[in-house]
């Protein structure tokens, strides 16, 4: 048993070796849409933005797109890993620096999202399983068939049509208030206030998804014989529900809670152009207006590489939840 | 559609069963009414969708446009009916080209195993990693989003799942008892895949592909929302687009076209569920 | 004459079905001593694990209900209790262990904190652990220091009922239900099992219903024997007597089937037939389409237990005093 933490941390770098692998993938998939992309591949990793001349030259040789493509791709993969993923004149910042210091504000909101989802959607999940058939399960049921079918970013301008339009509760724009000074905690507060509607309207579809498999993962485990024993051992329903049913029903949730990560970046692409918050979405989409490719194939990079991660460290997180997990 | 593919063998009883399941019957009428509006919109739309007027902005209930009208005076009415056609066409084409390949891939996977199993669960797992719309994005982006460009798009970046299926069903049928004879018989290997296997994975293929028009039509609003598409064509994703710059003027503008994507969606997601219950039958209620 | 601890009477547990309402126990009266070792014995379907089931007001279905009848334990009408005292009495008082202990404990929880729930939830939980540790150092598992923090996959079977027995006395229960504890266990474990239930009880001073379809360890281990058929008690008494001169003509079967050399399904062997469908029994004695002695009055009337010796009782025609003159053909 002593040997548990150094086994966890074998395994973490067996994983750590697969993911390899899949981020030089993403690195190539890169390159190809950059090899293939129609018309002069410079055009194509400066955008439409006019760039100085002695930059183009420098673009030609570092990328050596005068050689053929298999050193192409050997000097597009040495670049990448170096961190080099090209110079954005449109924001006069380095592509990489500029898609970090976006996916800050990005990870604030899916933070807050994934949080809020997985709270009201374990929550929604439970009290579903408890009565199957009830009024509660049918609405739970409404609810995960909404949230699969509602457009997110539909549900974020519906969410801006009611609480900052017509009630005018809560801004419907931005970060941070513009016209005032915040400092310390009034600063985060309103930041706070600005974040509620983003993130409701980018946490609905989760919510649903993590409903409807809490539901089913939960009519499971509380079918097995030990939700039997811990009763007969006199164990307060409460305690049943979440140390013995809830606890094995989140595993197949946390699986799934991570897989979708790649999902929830993409639906906060487009939460984010609704309200204007200043992340990687609202970034992806002026850089569309822009036609500023090296920020458009950075961010998928980046993107990519944080997924590859998250998956990583769910799986990690599966095997500490999982004593039976063989490493 | 569903009682045309009802899969290989007992497809009557799978027909019966889906029958019984209220979500399915609920997402077949609602796609009936989707595919009955794309084919009368010219009869029934008030408008051209794409004639503008002086009427701009106006209220739901406004004469001559019961939905209102948007900044250009274009009425929503006939966008909303009109946009069903880009759906249906963008939703079923893609879903298909997605089929289409993920059968093909994942039959091919699942029936030789080996490097070509391998290969495959890398591409699948690359597919999970990559965000499919951001992917779309930069390849409409790039290449330009004419009709059949979004739909083989989409269609592109759609397959796995149906291959990760199809592949599952074919590992675990390649070694029964009618595919060994069929390989005895000296059956080509072609022949086996399509006229002996393939026939006994329609079920959940078919729960997939209803899944996959969902798939497709929200991803192609989603494309039109970011402005990206084909600027031809009445998108009800494109509608929602032009509808942010107003929303503190015309809800109309977006409230109309969101319902009808989300009744669309809706639809293939029950449609979906009700196959599946026909495909799954379970024994509790 | 033993204090008694429990006392079933006149019990009815019911399963609603599709099919109709199952009458999995009908009419059982049962009672166990303090300290006693009481079999129930019967085939699957039988009702015997409803009934001990019942004794906890605890079902593996939904949709089964006790609807008639009284369950005491130490004089306190269980039946009467409300839904939180009843709950601190499994565990407590009462307390019951599982056929398969693959699937009764729980997979993601260390083995020693399912053993010491029971008891931290009524005495809190630094003590608990400690208890924990005793309980499963007291059904002879090695180094239970080591052992609290291990998971139900890495034991044997052998070991995982050793750790379902030290969660069910951890509490130290007056009585211990122990349905079918040996049937998914290697014949060289089950001894030990057994061997380990009747130490248990000696120490602990508990008593312990045994529920099995096994009368080789009801021999083994109980003073007492009640035989269950189709959600009733057949026959009941001293153990050596009830083996020695059973009196039910079901019993007699069961036993000559129990002596011949293989054993997997023996009861059907030796006697025609299966326990008939409980949600439609036969008119009478339930057991006469089966029974080898079946008389005319036994297709009409409903047998009443009559007494053949002091303490044992069979439900049979057969020994009513009008018929004196021995079984007839």
Known sequence: MASGGLTLRRYAAGRLLQAAPLLLGVVVVNFLLIALAPGDPVATLLG??????????????????????????????????????????????????????????????????????????????????????????????????????????????????????????????????????????????????????PALALSFRYMALIARLTRASMLEAMSQDFILAARARGLPERLVLVQHGLRNAALPVVTVIGYNFAFVLAGSALVETVFGWPGVGRLLYDAILQRDTPVLLGILLMVSATVVVVNLLVDLLYAVLDPRVRY | MAAAVGPGRGGSEFWRRFRASRP????????????????????????????????????????????????????????????????????????????????????????????????????????????????????????????????????????????????GQFLALRGAAYVDAARVLGLRDTRIIFSEILPNVLAPVVVIASLDVAGAILLEASLGFFGLGDPNLISWGLMLNNAQAYLRQAWWMSVFPGLAISLAVLGFNLLGDGLNDAANPRLDA | MPESLLEIEDLHTHIATPRGIVRAVDGVSLS??????????????????????????????????????????????????????????????????????????????????????AYAMRHGWPRAREHAIEALALVGLPDPDRLYHRFPHELSGGMRQRVVIAMATVCRPLLLIADEPTTALDVTIQAQILDLLARLRRELGMALLLITHDLGIVAEVCETVAVMYAGRIVESGPADRVFAAPGHPYTQGLLASALSVEETRPITRVMEGTVPDLAALPAGCRFHPRCPFVMDRCRADDPPDLTLAPGHVAACWLHDAAMAGGPAR
């Not at chain 2, 051209?48 to 701009?56: C, E, G, Q, R």
């Not at chain 2, 739901?60 to 880009?86: E, K, M, Q, Y």
């Not at chain 2, 298909?96 to 591409?123: H, K, N």
Request: charged fraction near 15%; aromatic fraction near 8%; hydrophobic fraction near 55%.
């Open chain 2, 24 to 167: 399915g019957v609920a997402g077949l009428g609602l796609v009936i009414l989707l595919a009955a509006t794309a084919l009368a919109a010219p009869l029934v739309a008030p408008h051209d969708p794409h004639a503008t007027s002086l009427v701009t902005l106006a209220a739901p209930g406004a004469p001559g446009h019961p939905l209102g009208t948007d900044n250009l005076g274009r009425d929503i009415a006939s966008g909303v009916l009109w946009g069903s056609r880009a759906s249906l066409v963008v939703g079923v084409c893609a879903a298909a080209t997605a089929i289409f390949l993920g059968v093909v891939i994942g039959a091919v996977a699942g029936f030789y195993g080996g490097w070509v199993d391998a290969l495959l669960s890398r591409v699948t797992e690359l597919f999970q990693v990559i965000p499919r719309f951001v992917l779309a994005l930069l390849v409409v982006a790039l290449f330009g989003g004419g009709l059949g460009k979004l739909i083989l798009v989409i269609g592109v970046l759609s397959w796995p799942q149906a291959a990760r299926v199809v592949r």
């Open chain 1, 48 to 197: 439409e933005y006019p760039a100085p001349p002695e930059y183009v030259a420098r673009l030609r040789q570092e990328f050596g797109l005068d050689q053929p493509i298999p050193v192409r791709l050997a000097l597009y993969v040495w670049n990448v890993a170096r961190g080099n993923l090209g110079f954005s004149f449109a924001y006069r910042l380095p592509v990489a620096q500029l898609v970090v210091e976006r996916l800050v504000n990005t990870f604030l909101l899916m933070a807050t999202a994934l949080t809020l989802a997985a709270a009201l959607g374990v929550g929604l999940g439970v009290a579903a399983a408890r009565r199957p058939g009830s009024g509660l399960d049918a609405a739970s049921t409404g609810v995960s068939l909404a949230g699969y079918s509602i457009p997110d970013f539909w549900l974020a301008q519906l969410l801006v049509l009611l609480f900052a339009v017509a009630l005018g509760w809560l801004p419907a724009q931005g970060i941070r208030s513009v016209r005032e000074e915040y400092t310390g905690l009034a600063a985060a507060l309103d930041v706070g206030r600005h974040l509620i509607l």
């Open chain 3, 32 to 117: 166990v001593a303090r300290g006693a070792a009481v079999g129930l014995v019967g085939e699957s379907g039988s009702g015997k694990s409803m009934t001990g089931f019942s004794v906890l007001r605890l079902f593996p279905t939904a949709r089964a209900r006790i609807v008639r009848g009284r369950i005491r334990l130490a004089s306190r009408d269980l039946l009467a209790l409300d839904d939180e005292a009843m709950r601190r009495v499994r565990g407590g008082e009462i307390a019951m262990v599982f056929q398969d202990p693959a699937t009764f404990l729980n997979p993601v929880l260390p083995v020693g904190r399912q053993v010491a729930e």
